[in-house]
């Protein structure tokens, strides 16, 4: 069993940047790839990007050279950088974590945290 938190979240103005974090527990010896995955208001979850154990990372087109996803295997955390965020970007971000090498579809993750907003607005 892997426990995620996420922290990070807010509101900001268009073209701003935030940063999320998702702190992992519990079975983290394992071998797993940690993504982000978002949700907005009347939406389906949507896949945004992905970081897995040998480092390899995907990300959906409308983030690509915007978002970067890192993690640091020692604290246990993976990162999300925003920029040029845009209010389309507003949504509930989730981190989540599974054992499929590049899982791009939500269905593809074991894992979950409780999500966090972000909310793009002037």
């Known amino acids: 069993q892997v426990q995620l938190a996420e922290s990070g979240g807010g509101l900001v103005h268009p073209g701003g940047s935030l940063r999320l974090s998702c702190a992992a527990s519990?079975?983290?010896?394992?071998?797993?790839?940690m993504g982000w995955v978002r949700q907005a208001p009347g939406k389906e979850r949507e896949f945004v990007a992905i970081v897995n154990w040998i480092d390899g990372t995907s990300y959906t087109d409308s983030v690509k050279g915007r978002f970067t996803i890192s993690r640091d295997n020692a604290k246990n955390t993976v990162y999300l950088q925003m920029t040029i965020l845009k209010p389309e970007d507003t949504a509930v971000y989730y981190c989540a974590a599974g054992y499929e090498l590049y899982a791009v579809i939500p269905e593809k993750y074991d894992y979950w945290g409780q999500g966090t907003q972000v909310t793009v607005s002037s």
């Open positions: 519990g079975s983290t010896k394992d071998s797993y790839a």
